[in-house]
């Protein structure tokens, strides 16, 4: 199994920033993918940005710009760093990882941006 906590969210005024962090533990070995997708009320999750373990990146166009994901393998941590909030970034930020074909989940982190 794999464990994966968030922390970082919170309330931020529109245009502010953000860092999330997610840290895996457990049967960490064989992690590939790891990244961040959204839930906001009455909506699908969506995916945010992931980063695979060798650095390649992919964002939704909607974040493109204004986050950048990144990862630290040593410490088994991904990073979002979230800039330009704006209020329909607001949503439950969930911290993904993808291994052998399983996925795992975070419980999700509340990011609220203020107009």
């Known amino acids: 199994q794999v464990q994966l906590v968030e922390s970082g969210g919170g309330l931020v005024q529109a245009g502010g920033s953000l860092?999330?962090?997610c840290a895996a533990s457990g049967?960490?070995?064989g992690i590939n993918t790891m990244?961040?997708?959204r839930q906001a009320p009455g909506k699908q999750r969506e995916?945010?940005?992931v980063i695979t373990r060798y650095g390649s990146t992919i964002y939704a166009d909607s974040v493109k710009g204004r986050f950048t994901i990144s990862?630290?393998?040593t410490k088994n941590t991904v990073y979002l760093q979230m800039n330009s909030l704006k209020s329909e970034d607001t949503s439950v930020y969930y911290c993904g990882a993808s291994k052998g074909g399983s996925d795992y989940w975070g419980q999700g982190t509340q990011v609220t941006v203020s107009s």
């Open 27 to 29: 049967y960490i070995l």
């Open 71 to 73: 990862r630290d393998n």
């Open 47 to 49: 995916l945010v940005a």
């Open 19 to 21: 860092r999330l962090s």
């Open 35 to 37: 990244g961040w997708y």
